[in-house]
């Protein structure tokens, strides 16, 4: 007991000595969006951060009566969300950050797959290919309903199966 | 310009760098015989190549020697690394010899992930993802609308041109 | 270390800091990204085998690169004059001479308007000949990949130049 608490304490003071990263870091398909807070002047609506552990787990639990979903979550590391509700004067600050965030995933080897600039919405969709897998996905659409969207799913990903699954499993935002 | 041209002119460069083989490259040179735009397409492709490189390179000025061994006067910044890992080896010496304390249990014990979680914690987790998966569906349907078509199909030809022309 | 970390140097230096130019149009900014490398490159150095140096260094040459390009405010037009053209035997006409410095203007001025990631795998792989095998370690691509982005390059860079024949026809 005794021994095990000191190679906790030890090893917080090594995890303390090292750079303090976060744990996807450097990981194919992960995007690290910086302080979208203070880009948009808001605190997000909605922030949403899961893990491996929780996604096997709701895979785990939905494995009989979806098994579609059960499959794509399997195969996921993170799901993580970020939705700010904007005013018209902020919304413009937000769609300049997503525009940056493109460029340097473009610049990384992310390929566009749906890049949208119309008068009321900006959308960017694009993918992170690692060997024959889609490895990331990101999401950032900005002005739909006067909402900024940032989303980065990290994993095995087959893009099809998640479109199904998102339209089958996701509540409906209008009667939230 | 019709889906048609299109496949020949994205083949183009693989051409000249040799790498299409087999039916592709029996489709394409049967159309670069009669195909005077292909042709030229081809021709331009070789020049381009050709001037590329034949751009200028650059060498490093002659003082940059000098300035670069000035760098290996300090030492290298390591010392987080060598920290941790000092921290680290102690940390194991010490757990090692812990080990014969009296009392201690005789086999280490390994922190566990858990083999379930609370259900409230799981429920909650469900509705995150239900919401996230969600405003992924909400993009998705918004794309498509911009696109003119089910969001999923651009996705495909992306990863599809990525995987695709390399011969 | 310390000599393994000068033949480093050695052996890197001009190809790196052509790169730099190459991608910044600017040769004392490219000085300074290619210092820097070499900074933490001796940081760096012992936990690199020497198979991974040279793709480590094109990755931190291009990052560095591509930072500074984002930092600026303003967008900078080639500026380095001169450089070396190994490959250019000088028996040419003063037309021919002419036309082919045209041609070189407008091909930098086409490799300039090419977006990332287009723009620095047209420098790395066809200006300044860095292998496939290289280029995918560094920028974590397969092969295959490095090939199909570099005939988008390609494609994209022949339909620039094509666009400026054409206004200069009509």
Redesign the interface.
């Known amino acids: 007991?005794?021994?095990?608490l000191?190679?906790v304490l030890?090893?917080t003071?090594?995890s303390a000595?090292?750079?303090l990263a976060q744990p996807l870091d450097g990981v194919?398909g992960y995007v690290d969006f910086g302080d979208l807070a203070g880009v948009t002047g808001a605190e997000p609506a909605?922030e949403?951060s899961?893990g491996q552990?929780?996604?096997s787990?709701?895979s785990a639990?939905a494995r009989e009566e979806d098994p579609e979903l059960a499959d794509a979550?399997g195969r996921l590391r993170s799901?993580r969300?970020n939705?700010f509700q904007l005013d018209a004067d902020s919304l413009p600050n937000a769609r300049k950050r997503a525009g940056e965030i493109a460029?340097?995933l473009?610049?990384?080897?992310w390929?566009?797959?749906?890049s949208?600039r119309?008068e009321d919405?900006t959308?960017h969709?694009y993918?992170k290919?690692?060997?024959?897998r889609?490895a990331g996905m990101t999401?950032m659409?900005v002005g739909?309903d006067g909402e900024a969207?940032f989303?980065n799913?990290v994993g095995e990903i087959d893009?099809?199966q998640?479109?199904r699954?998102?339209?089958r499993?996701?509540?409906?935002?209008n009667h939230? | 310009m019709g889906n048609t041209e299109n496949w020949y002119e994205e083949r183009v460069e693989a051409y000249v760098d040799g790498e299409l083989a087999g039916g592709e490259l029996r489709m394409f040179e049967a159309r670069l015989e009669l195909d005077p735009d292909l042709r030229a397409s081809v021709t331009s492709a070789r020049e381009l190549q050709s001037a590329l490189g034949a751009l200028p390179r650059y060498r490093c000025p002659p003082d940059m020697a000098a300035k670069v061994a000035r760098i290996t006067d300090t030492e290298p910044r390591r010392w987080p690394l060598r920290v941790a890992a000092a921290i680290a080896a102690a940390g194991l010496a010490l757990g090692l010899s812990l080990g014969e304390w009296p009392g201690s249990s005789p086999e280490p014990h390994v922190a566990a992930v858990p083999e379930e979680i609370p259900a409230d914690e799981l429920a909650e987790a469900r509705e995150e993802l239900a919401l996230a998966l969600a405003y992924l569906d909400k993009a998705g349907a918004a794309a498509g609308r911009e696109v003119g078509s089910q969001w999923i199909k651009p996705v495909e030809r992306t990863l599809a041109a990525v995987e695709g022309s390399a011969g | 270390m310390k000599r393994r970390f000068r033949q480093l140097v050695k052996m890197h230096q001009d190809r790196l800091y052509s790169t730099a130019v190459q991608l910044l149009g600017h040769s004392g900014e490219a000085e300074e990204v290619v210092q820097d490398v070499f900074v933490k490159l001796w940081d760096h150095l012992e936990e690199l085998e020497e198979a991974r140096v040279l793709p480590w260094l094109i990755r931190v040459t291009r990052n560095a690169c591509l930072d500074l390009l984002r930092r600026r405010q303003v967008h900078l037009a080639f500026a380095v004059s001169g450089g070396v053209d190994e490959r250019h035997v000088d028996n040419s006409t003063p037309a021919e001479e002419l036309g082919r410095v045209r041609l070189r203007d407008e091909l930098r001025a086409a490799i300039d308007g090419l977006d990332e990631p287009f723009r620095s795998l047209v420098v790395l792989r066809e200006i300044e000949g860095f292998s496939y095998d290289d280029i995918g370690t560094a920028l974590k691509l397969n092969e295959s990949q490095v090939k199909v982005y570099l005939h988008r390059a390609r494609r994209k860079l022949r339909e620039r130049l094509q666009e400026f024949k054409v206004s200069d026809d009509g």
């Not at chain 1, 007991?1 to 095990?4: A, D, E, K, W």
């Not at chain 1, 473009?106 to 080897?109: C, T, W």
């Not at chain 1, 499993?169 to 935002?173: A, N, P």
């Open positions: 007991m005794i021994r095990r000191i190679l030890l090893l003071a090594l000595g090292t750079a194919p909605v949403i899961l552990a929780l996604l787990f709701i639990a979550l799901i969300l939705v460029r340097r473009e610049q990384d080897f390929e566009p797959a749906v949208v119309s919405s959308i969709m993918m290919s690692e060997g024959d889609v999401v659409m739909q969207v989303m799913i893009p099809a998640l479109g699954v998102a339209a499993f996701g509540v409906d935002l939230r």
